[in-house]
C-alpha cells in the first residue's frame, strides 16, 4: 500500500509535468502554486512523522513566499504584458514534455541511491521526486524558449532542491535554508524584471528570438 | 579594532555605501564622492584584514559562520585592489556615458549602488566558513550584478543580461547540490549540524567522509562554480555579459568575481584533495577542464573583432590557465594558480577600463574600425600594449610568472602532454592577440575621431593596475609570497 509521502511526491512530479506541458500561463503558474502546496505538504508531513520539527518553519515560511508571492508576481507579470499562452518550444508541444521526464526520471532513478545513503530521511519516493522535479526544471530551460516558462522551469527546480534539502539536511541552520530562499526569490523578482524588458524589445518572450549576440 | 569589528564592518560598510547612494539626491557629483569615499573605506578594511591573516593565521567571527584565512585573504585582496581601481575609474566612465545621453544619472546611481553591492556580495562570498553561505553569496553576486551588466536599454542589454542570470542559475544549482551532499556526507560522519556545514570543519574530517560522495559533489561543485567562474564547456554567457556590460562592470566581474567563484571550487579541490579520494583525482579533472577551456577560448578569441569580446573570451582563456595550475597541483602548481588569480585579475581590469576609453576615442569597439591609437591617444596605446602584452605572457609582466612556473611544475611532474597543449593554446593566444593589437594601435585610424586622449583621472587608475601588472612581473613581493604560501599550505592541509 502507497503511504501518504509517496503519494505526494509523485503528486509533484505530475504537477511538475503539467507546469512543463502547459501552453496557458495562468494555468501554468496556478499550477506551480499547487506543487509548492504540495511541497508545503510534505514539510508538514515529514515534521510529524520522522520528528524533524524544523520542517515546520520551513512549512510556514515556503507557505507565504513560495505558494503565495512567487506566483502572484508571475501572475501580475503575464497580465502586464499581456500574454496567454507560450510558442512552440524545441522539439514541440507533445515531445518536449516525453523528453524531459524519460531522461529526468532515469537520471533520478540512476543517481538517487548515492543520496539515499546520507539521507537525514531514508524515504525512496521523495528522493526520486526531488531529482526528477530538479530535472525537469533543467530542461524546461533547454526545451522551452518562452521567458515565463524559464521562470517557472527556475521555480521548479529550486522546489526540487528544496526537497531534497529537507530530506538531506532538515536539521541544517535555519540560516542556510533562509539564505537559499532569499536568493531564489530575489531571482524571480529580477527574471520579472528582465522578462519586462524582453518582451519590450524584442516584441515577444521567445528566447530563440534574442540573437544580436553571437560568436 | 578587534576581528568581530573588523568582520561586521567589511560587510557593513559596502552595504551601508548601497543604501546611502540610492537614497541620495540623483547629483552626478555627490554620487560620485560618496563612490570613492565608500570604494577607499572598503578597500583599507579588505587589505588591513589581509595583512592580519598573511602569515597563516585564521580568525573566525559569528560562530564560526565567517572566517578569514590566507586563502580568503589572497581573494580579499583582489577586492581590496582591483576593486577600488576599478571603482574610481568608473566615476569617469559614467560621467562620459552620462554625457552621451546613453544613461541618465539615476543609471550612473543605480551602477554606483549596485557596485557597492556587488561587493559585498564578494567579500561575503570569501568570508564564509558556512558552506551554504558560501553558495548563497556566490549566488547573490549574480543577483546583484545583473542590472549592472544590462544598465543599457536595448536588446544587446537584455539579452546579455537574460543570459547571464539564467545559465549561471542553473550552473550554480548543481553547485547547491554539491553543497547539500556534502553537508549531508558530513554529517554522517559527525552528528553535529552546525559544524558540518563549516568547510574548516569538513576539511578537518575530510579524510572520514566517504570518497565515493566526495567524487561526485566534486563534479558538481565543478559544474556550478565552473559555470559562474567561465569553464568550458558551460561558459557561453561570459562573451555576451562581458562584452555588452559597461567597462567597469566588465572590469569587475572579470577582476573579482570569477575568481570568487574559483574560490568556491578550490574550496571544494581542498577537502576532496585532503580526503581518501586524493589529490591525484581532482588534478586530473580540472587539467582536463582547464586544456578544454583554453582550447575552446583560443579558437573563438582568433575570430574576434570586436575588443571587449576578445577580452571577454581572455577571461575564459585565463580561468583556463588558473584550472590547469589547479590541475598540475603539488606546493608550485597551486602558488603559481593562485598567483595568476591576481596578476589576471590587474591585467584584465585594465584591459576592459582600456575598452571604455578606447570607445570614447572611436565610438566603437570594432578593432577593424580603429587604428593609429599612438598617435591619437599614446597613453591609452601604451595601457592597452602592457595589457596584451601581459595576457600573453611576455615576460616582464604578471602573466608571465604564473605562466611560466606552471610550465615548470609540469615539467618537473612529468605532464609532459598537457604541457604542450597548454603551449600550443598560449601560442595561438599569442598570435590572435598581437594580430589584433597591431590592428587597432597602428595604422591610420578606420573612423571619425570622437576625443583624442581621456583625462587624467581616467587614466591615473589604469596606470595603477599597468604599475601592479609589471611590480608583480618584475619583482618579487615579498608580502604577496609569504600570503600566497600561506594560502598554499592550507589547501594542501600542510
Same mark, same amino acid.
Given at each position: 500500500?502507497?503511504?501518504?509521502?509517496?503519494?505526494?511526491?509523485?503528486?509533484?512530479?505530475?504537477?511538475?509535468?503539467?507546469?512543463?506541458?502547459?501552453?496557458?500561463?495562468?494555468?501554468?503558474?496556478?499550477?506551480?502554486?499547487?506543487?509548492?502546496?504540495?511541497?508545503?505538504?510534505?514539510?508538514?508531513?515529514?515534521?510529524?512523522?520522522?520528528?524533524?520539527?524544523?520542517?515546520?518553519?520551513?512549512?510556514?515560511?515556503?507557505?507565504?513566499?513560495?505558494?503565495?508571492?512567487?506566483?502572484?508576481?508571475?501572475?501580475?507579470?503575464?497580465?502586464?504584458?499581456?500574454?496567454?499562452?507560450?510558442?512552440?518550444?524545441?522539439?514541440?508541444?507533445?515531445?518536449?514534455?516525453?523528453?524531459?521526464?524519460?531522461?529526468?526520471?532515469?537520471?533520478?532513478?540512476?543517481?538517487?541511491?548515492?543520496?539515499?545513503?546520507?539521507?537525514?530521511?531514508?524515504?525512496?519516493?521523495?528522493?526520486?521526486?526531488?531529482?526528477?522535479?530538479?530535472?525537469?526544471?533543467?530542461?524546461?530551460?533547454?526545451?522551452?524558449?518562452?521567458?515565463?516558462?524559464?521562470?517557472?522551469?527556475?521555480?521548479?527546480?529550486?522546489?526540487?532542491?528544496?526537497?531534497?534539502?529537507?530530506?538531506?539536511?532538515?536539521?541544517?541552520?535555519?540560516?542556510?535554508?533562509?539564505?537559499?530562499?532569499?536568493?531564489?526569490?530575489?531571482?524571480?523578482?529580477?527574471?520579472?524584471?528582465?522578462?519586462?524588458?524582453?518582451?519590450?524589445?524584442?516584441?515577444?518572450?521567445?528566447?530563440?528570438?534574442?540573437?544580436?549576440?553571437?560568436? | 579594532?578587534?576581528?568581530?569589528?573588523?568582520?561586521?564592518?567589511?560587510?557593513?560598510?559596502?552595504?551601508?555605501?548601497?543604501?546611502?547612494?540610492?537614497?541620495?539626491?540623483?547629483?552626478?557629483?555627490?554620487?560620485?564622492?560618496?563612490?570613492?569615499?565608500?570604494?577607499?573605506?572598503?578597500?583599507?578594511?579588505?587589505?588591513?584584514?589581509?595583512?592580519?591573516?598573511?602569515?597563516?593565521?585564521?580568525?573566525?567571527?559569528?560562530?564560526?559562520?565567517?572566517?578569514?584565512?590566507?586563502?580568503?585573504?589572497?581573494?580579499?585582496?583582489?577586492?581590496?585592489?582591483?576593486?577600488?581601481?576599478?571603482?574610481?575609474?568608473?566615476?569617469?566612465?559614467?560621467?562620459?556615458?552620462?554625457?552621451?545621453?546613453?544613461?541618465?544619472?539615476?543609471?550612473?546611481?543605480?551602477?554606483?549602488?549596485?557596485?557597492?553591492?556587488?561587493?559585498?556580495?564578494?567579500?561575503?562570498?570569501?568570508?564564509?566558513?558556512?558552506?551554504?553561505?558560501?553558495?548563497?553569496?556566490?549566488?547573490?553576486?549574480?543577483?546583484?550584478?545583473?542590472?549592472?551588466?544590462?544598465?543599457?536599454?536595448?536588446?544587446?542589454?537584455?539579452?546579455?543580461?537574460?543570459?547571464?542570470?539564467?545559465?549561471?542559475?542553473?550552473?550554480?544549482?548543481?553547485?547547491?547540490?554539491?553543497?547539500?551532499?556534502?553537508?549531508?556526507?558530513?554529517?554522517?560522519?559527525?552528528?553535529?549540524?552546525?559544524?558540518?556545514?563549516?568547510?574548516?570543519?569538513?576539511?578537518?574530517?575530510?579524510?572520514?567522509?566517504?570518497?565515493?560522495?566526495?567524487?561526485?559533489?566534486?563534479?558538481?561543485?565543478?559544474?556550478?562554480?565552473?559555470?559562474?567562474?567561465?569553464?568550458?564547456?558551460?561558459?557561453?554567457?561570459?562573451?555576451?555579459?562581458?562584452?555588452?556590460?559597461?567597462?567597469?562592470?566588465?572590469?569587475?566581474?572579470?577582476?573579482?568575481?570569477?575568481?570568487?567563484?574559483?574560490?568556491?571550487?578550490?574550496?571544494?579541490?581542498?577537502?576532496?584533495?585532503?580526503?581518501?579520494?586524493?589529490?591525484?583525482?581532482?588534478?586530473?579533472?580540472?587539467?582536463?577542464?582547464?586544456?578544454?577551456?583554453?582550447?575552446?577560448?583560443?579558437?573563438?578569441?582568433?575570430?574576434?573583432?570586436?575588443?571587449?569580446?576578445?577580452?571577454?573570451?581572455?577571461?575564459?582563456?585565463?580561468?583556463?590557465?588558473?584550472?590547469?595550475?589547479?590541475?598540475?597541483?603539488?606546493?608550485?602548481?597551486?602558488?603559481?594558480?593562485?598567483?595568476?588569480?591576481?596578476?589576471?585579475?590587474?591585467?584584465?581590469?585594465?584591459?576592459?577600463?582600456?575598452?571604455?576609453?578606447?570607445?570614447?576615442?572611436?565610438?566603437?569597439?570594432?578593432?577593424?574600425?580603429?587604428?593609429?591609437?599612438?598617435?591619437?591617444?599614446?597613453?591609452?596605446?601604451?595601457?592597452?600594449?602592457?595589457?596584451?602584452?601581459?595576457?600573453?605572457?611576455?615576460?616582464?609582466?604578471?602573466?608571465?610568472?604564473?605562466?611560466?612556473?606552471? !610550465?615548470?611544475? #609540469?615539467? $618537473?611532474?612529468? =605532464?609532459?602532454?598537457?604541457?604542450? +597543449?597548454? &603551449? %600550443?593554446?598560449?601560442?595561438?593566444?599569442?598570435?590572435?592577440?598581437?594580430?589584433?593589437?597591431?590592428?587597432?594601435?597602428?595604422?591610420?585610424?578606420?573612423?571619425?575621431?570622437?576625443?583624442?586622449? !581621456?583625462?587624467? #583621472?581616467? $587614466?591615473?587608475? =589604469?596606470?595603477?593596475?599597468?604599475? +601592479?601588472? &609589471? %611590480?608583480?612581473?618584475?619583482?618579487?613581493?615579498?608580502?604577496?609570497?609569504?600570503?600566497?604560501?600561506?594560502?598554499?599550505?592550507?589547501?594542501?592541509?600542510?
Amino acid at each position: 500500500m502507497i503511504d501518504l509521502l509517496s503519494l505526494l511526491s509523485i503528486a509533484m512530479i505530475l504537477t511538475s509535468l503539467i507546469v512543463f506541458g502547459l501552453r496557458n500561463y495562468k494555468a501554468a503558474i496556478l499550477t506551480y502554486g499547487l506543487q509548492t502546496a504540495l511541497l508545503v505538504s510534505i514539510f508538514l508531513l515529514l515534521s510529524t512523522t520522522h520528528l524533524a520539527e524544523q520542517l515546520c518553519t520551513w512549512a510556514f515560511i515556503a507557505l507565504f513566499t513560495k505558494v503565495l508571492f512567487i506566483p502572484f508576481i508571475l501572475l501580475r507579470l503575464v497580465k502586464k504584458l499581456g500574454v496567454v499562452s507560450e510558442d512552440e518550444p524545441v522539439g514541440g508541444f507533445f515531445v518536449s514534455p516525453i523528453i524531459a521526464i524519460s531522461f529526468s526520471l532515469a537520471i533520478a532513478m540512476s543517481v538517487y541511491p548515492i543520496y539515499m545513503k546520507f539521507s537525514l530521511i531514508h524515504e525512496s519516493i521523495p528522493l526520486i521526486a526531488s531529482i526528477t522535479i530538479f530535472m525537469i526544471g533543467i530542461f524546461g530551460f533547454i526545451l522551452r524558449n518562452s521567458v515565463i516558462k524559464q521562470i517557472l522551469a527556475y521555480c521548479m527546480f529550486e522546489n526540487g532542491i528544496h526537497l531534497s534539502l529537507a530530506l538531506m539536511a532538515y536539521n541544517s541552520p535555519e540560516i542556510a535554508e533562509l539564505g537559499i530562499l532569499t536568493d531564489a526569490i530575489f531571482a524571480v523578482i529580477i527574471m520579472s524584471v528582465l522578462a519586462q524588458r524582453f518582451h519590450h524589445y524584442f516584441g515577444s518572450l521567445d528566447v530563440s528570438k534574442a540573437t544580436e549576440l553571437k560568436g | 579594532m578587534d576581528m568581530q569589528q573588523l568582520f561586521t564592518l567589511l560587510l557593513a560598510v559596502p552595504v551601508l555605501a548601497s543604501l546611502i547612494i540610492w537614497f541620495a539626491p540623483t547629483q552626478f557629483k555627490l554620487l560620485s564622492t560618496l563612490h570613492v569615499i565608500a570604494s577607499m573605506a572598503s578597500s583599507a578594511l579588505a587589505l588591513s584584514a589581509v595583512m592580519k591573516v598573511m602569515n597563516g593565521k585564521i580568525f573566525f567571527a559569528f560562530h564560526d559562520m565567517l572566517f578569514i584565512d590566507a586563502l580568503g585573504g589572497v581573494f580579499l585582496s583582489l577586492i581590496g585592489v582591483t576593486g577600488l581601481l576599478v571603482n574610481l575609474y568608473s566615476v569617469k566612465y559614467m560621467q562620459w556615458e552620462v554625457e552621451k545621453g546613453e544613461i541618465t544619472t539615476k543609471d550612473a546611481k543605480l551602477f554606483f549602488a549596485l557596485s557597492h553591492l556587488f561587493v559585498f556580495t564578494m567579500t561575503f562570498s570569501v568570508l564564509a566558513n558556512n558552506i551554504v553561505l558560501m553558495w548563497v553569496a556566490i549566488e547573490a553576486t549574480t543577483l546583484s550584478s545583473v542590472f549592472m551588466v544590462a544598465l543599457h536599454k536595448g536588446k544587446k542589454s537584455t539579452e546579455s543580461g537574460w543570459k547571464y542570470i539564467v545559465i549561471c542559475s542553473i550552473g550554480l544549482a548543481f553547485a547547491l547540490y554539491a553543497t547539500v551532499l556534502l553537508y549531508s556526507a558530513g554529517f554522517a560522519v559527525i552528528k553535529d549540524s552546525h559544524s558540518m556545514m563549516l568547510w574548516s570543519t569538513l576539511m578537518a574530517h575530510a579524510k572520514e567522509i566517504n570518497p565515493d560522495i566526495l567524487k561526485l559533489i566534486f563534479v558538481f561543485a565543478l559544474i556550478g562554480f565552473g559555470t559562474k567562474a567561465g569553464l568550458a564547456p558551460t561558459h557561453t554567457w561570459l562573451p555576451d555579459v562581458h562584452s555588452e556590460g559597461p567597462a567597469p562592470a566588465s572590469a569587475m566581474l572579470s577582476g573579482i568575481l570569477l575568481k570568487c567563484a574559483i574560490l568556491g571550487l578550490i574550496r571544494y579541490y581542498a577537502i576532496v584533495g585532503n580526503s581518501m579520494v586524493g589529490f591525484e583525482y581532482v588534478q586530473t579533472v580540472m587539467l582536463v577542464s582547464g586544456l578544454l577551456t583554453i582550447f575552446i577560448a583560443a579558437l573563438f578569441l582568433m575570430r574576434q573583432h570586436d575588443v571587449k569580446r576578445m577580452f571577454a573570451y581572455h577571461s575564459i582563456a585565463h580561468m583556463g590557465v588558473i584550472a590547469f595550475g589547479l590541475g598540475v597541483g603539488g606546493f608550485f602548481g597551486l602558488f603559481a594558480a593562485l598567483f595568476h588569480a591576481l596578476a589576471h585579475s590587474v591585467t584584465k581590469a585594465l584591459a576592459f577600463c582600456v575598452t571604455g576609453n578606447m570607445v570614447q576615442i572611436y565610438g566603437t569597439r570594432d578593432m577593424t574600425k580603429m587604428g593609429g591609437l599612438i598617435k591619437i591617444a599614446p597613453i591609452t596605446a601604451i595601457l592597452f600594449g602592457i595589457s596584451i602584452c601581459s595576457l600573453v605572457g611576455v615576460p616582464g609582466f604578471a602573466i608571465f610568472v604564473s605562466e611560466f612556473w606552471m !610550465v615548470q611544475e #609540469s615539467f $618537473n611532474t612529468a =605532464l609532459y602532454i598537457p604541457v604542450i +597543449l597548454f &603551449i %600550443i593554446g598560449l601560442i595561438i593566444i599569442f598570435i590572435a592577440d598581437f594580430s589584433h593589437f597591431f590592428l587597432a594601435t597602428f595604422g591610420e585610424s578606420q573612423s571619425k575621431i570622437l576625443s583624442r586622449e !581621456v583625462a587624467w #583621472s581616467a $587614466n591615473l587608475p =589604469l596606470i595603477g593596475l599597468a604599475a +601592479l601588472i &609589471i %611590480i608583480f612581473g618584475v619583482f618579487s613581493v615579498e608580502g604577496w609570497v609569504t600570503l600566497l604560501n600561506s594560502a598554499v599550505k592550507i589547501i594542501v592541509a600542510a
